[in-house]
């Protein structure tokens, strides 16, 4: 999956066994375009964090995601 996918800004791309771990990739890449300063990933920071403030949104969200990491085909 790349960080579009997961609601970032930017094409870089995720590999992993589990969605789990994606999560955990994409997270470490928000925490370093944060820490640049990088505009279109503060954005996509602070419409995840309006998401956030509904639970019921943030878990659909995050259904939805996990739902397209398990359609994937296996590379």
Known sequence: MNCKQ???A???EFH???FEAIAEQSKKHGMDMFHE?????????KDMQELMKSPEAMKAWLDSKRK???ELPDS
């Open 68 to 70: 397209m990491f398990e």
């Open 37 to 45: 300063k990088d505009e279109p990933h503060l954005k996509a920071m």
């Open 6 to 8: 997961l609601g970032g």
């Open 10 to 12: 930017c094409e870089k």
């Open 16 to 18: 992993a066994d589990t």
